[in-house]
């Protein structure tokens, strides 16, 4: 009943166990991951830009080669033609007595909102600096926080003055 999503990975990457909320996260079902070291062509993970990851840089992946801890890692997840999704993604590897790989243990929890929030501030963020008024936001005791720099020009004073 974990919020977060978990897969444990065999050191060749077959998937050996998963929760549902790794499942729903993924948007893929149980038969569809338990036992498979690949998954359908239209789904993938890709990087915080956009482009496709490519198979190295997937979190088991890269726990394999460097055979190191890999920590909040954000990864998108594109589910052929339904909307992306964020996780924020910690993997790590469990070795036996004598140093062996013996599996992977990747974990994962939804950070969809927060990338959608960080979207929206970038967005608000750029309007407000490129708006053709001046825009000032003053703090309670009567100190600018912010000014764009059409305000700024407006003053004659740069935006850090």
């Not at 496709?52 to 979190?59: G, K, W």
């Not at 790590?92 to 004598?98: G, H, K």
């Not at 062996?100 to 960080?118: G, M």
Request: with cysteine; hydrophobic share 40%.
């Amino acid at each position: 009943h974990l919020n977060a999503g978990f897969v444990v990975h065999a050191p060749d990457t077959r998937i050996l166990q998963c929760n549902p909320t790794a499942c729903r996260l993924l948007g893929l079902t149980l038969d569809q991951m338990l036992g498979k070291t690949a998954i359908d062509p239209a789904w993938h993970f890709v990087h915080e830009d956009g482009s496709v990851m490519p198979l190295e840089d997937f979190p088991v992946n890269r726990v394999i080669a460097t055979q190191r801890s890999l920590k909040n890692y954000v990864v998108g997840i594109k589910k052929g033609t339904y909307q992306q999704a964020w996780v924020l993604v910690n993997a790590f590897p469990e070795f036996d007595n004598t140093a062996q790989l013996q599996q992977i243990i990747v974990t994962f929890v939804d950070i969809t909102r927060l990338k959608q929030a960080e979207t929206e501030l970038r967005e608000m963020t750029q309007a407000m600096e490129n708006a053709i008024s001046g825009i000032a936001q003053l703090n309670p005791q009567g100190c600018y926080v912010y000014v764009n720099k059409t305000y700024a020009d407006m003053t004659g004073h740069s935006p850090e003055e």
